[in-house]
């Protein structure tokens, strides 16, 4: 769709007013695609310096975005790597000073695409991953974790199991879901799976007081019982420039985020990735998440839900509040071989386990924690012997 007539200066200025006065001193990443950094009208060059401007003020990040989010549904990995290339070469020159940017937005990119990255352009952070995504917009791909991790060089969902096949690009998810809200298809049971702290799902779906409640939600998810369990914690939220949404509903997230959690730091996106790489050199994390629902949407309130996600495998397990009964919604295991579909063949690239979350195969019908079989519960036993006490 051609976006155009939105993207206005001023729409610039209004959001990244908004951010600064939700949170003083916050540095963003903005993403241009391949045509906003080369149209020669008035809007766009006077856009492109205002983020500059904004660069050397706030210290924002400038990078390229490939293919409207999903460049691997329609190019080859060798055109994708092009794009990347003269991508990020346009963006030096509009910046100047030999400016680099320290990662890449691209929704969902190749595990092929992400290792060009790290050898040949020397980026080692993708936002290269949307988690849970599945029957949205125009590219599935579920499988993954939702935290940050090193891909393999077989696919971009799946952690490297070594050295050997380890990708070193930080790959990291763009937007932070409401793990109940996820679970399901697109709009399946009229609900919108992407609910989480995205604009679109919770202000523009539900009004101003109520999305905020959700933002907040699923904002706590991660900086309250997250942050006790991981030792740290991470909200993502990407913001396209096109929507018609009021950036008042951002800037009252901000300042609620700011009141709740005053030692929280906003941070461009490639800052973020590289502290991550500095403080893990392979995939040796054991992320665990937990959630009681909001009650809004599709994050229900009779539910509970834990996943637990490490280099081997992720494992979700859902917790009916009436009946007490656990069942197992989602079992994928990372250490067996995958293969990527090939690039531009396909919008589907979810790397299916053998129970997957989205439930869109007859064998992904969940089942109670002790009806896995032997090897499954052997395999979860190594990591977490708590699931069957």
């Not at 006077?46 to 983020?51: A, G, K, S, T």
């Not at 490939?66 to 030096?92: C, I, M, W």
């Not at 077989?154 to 879901?177: I, R, S, Y």
């Not at 298809?185 to 905020?212: C, K, W, Y």
């Amino acid at each position: 769709m051609d976006e155009r007539e939105w993207h206005t200066p001023e729409r610039v200025v209004q959001f990244r007013n908004a951010v600064e006065k939700g949170f003083p001193g916050a540095k963003i990443t903005w993403a241009f695609s391949w045509l906003a950094l080369h149209d020669t009208t008035a809007n766009y060059r006077e856009i492109r310096q205002l983020v500059v401007d904004y660069h050397h003020k706030y210290g924002d990040e400038i990078t390229f975005i490939p293919g409207a989010y999903f460049a691997n549904a329609y190019n080859s990995t060798e055109q994708v790597n092009r794009d990347l290339h003269e991508g990020l070469k346009r963006v030096t020159e509009i910046v100047g000073d030999s400016y680099r940017p320290k990662s890449i937005l691209a929704g969902f990119l190749s595990a092929k695409n992400q290792q060009y990255l790290a050898e040949k352009e020397n980026i080692h952070v993708c936002q290269g991953n949307i988690w849970s995504q599945y029957a949205i917009d125009n590219q599935d791909g579920d499988g993954a974790v939702s935290y940050p991790y090193y891909p393999s060089i077989e696919h971009f969902c799946k952690p490297a199991q070594g050295e050997k096949d380890q990708v070193d690009c930080v790959n990291l998810d763009g937007w932070t879901m409401d793990f109940l809200a996820a679970r399901r298809q697109g709009f399946a049971e009229g609900v919108n799976s992407r609910m989480g702290v995205g604009p679109i799902e919770t202000l523009d779906a539900h009004g101003a007081d109520m999305g905020l409640q959700e933002m907040m939600h699923t904002t706590a998810i991660h900086f309250d019982d997250g942050f006790q369990r991981n030792d740290f914690a991470w909200v993502t939220n990407c913001w396209e420039l096109c929507l018609d949404i009021d950036t008042q509903g951002l800037t009252d997230w901000l300042t609620s985020i700011r009141q709740r959690w005053p030692k929280v730091k906003c941070v461009t996106q490639g800052e973020f990735g590289l502290l991550w790489r500095d403080t893990y050199k392979k995939n040796d994390f054991n992320y665990r998440f937990f959630e009681r629902g909001s009650g809004i949407g599709g994050s229900d309130a009779d539910k509970e839900i834990m996943w637990y996600m490490n280099k081997r495998f992720r494992l979700a397990i859902l917790k009916d509040l009436n009946s007490g009964k656990k069942f197992v919604i989602d079992f994928t295991r990372y250490d067996v071989k995958v293969e990527e579909p090939v690039s531009g063949s396909t919008r589907n690239w979810t790397l299916y386990g053998e129970i997957n979350q989205k439930r869109t195969r007859q064998q992904d019908e969940p089942v109670c924690v002790d009806q896995l079989t032997d090897i499954q519960k052997e395999v979860i036993c190594s990591y977490y012997p708590e699931v069957f006490d």
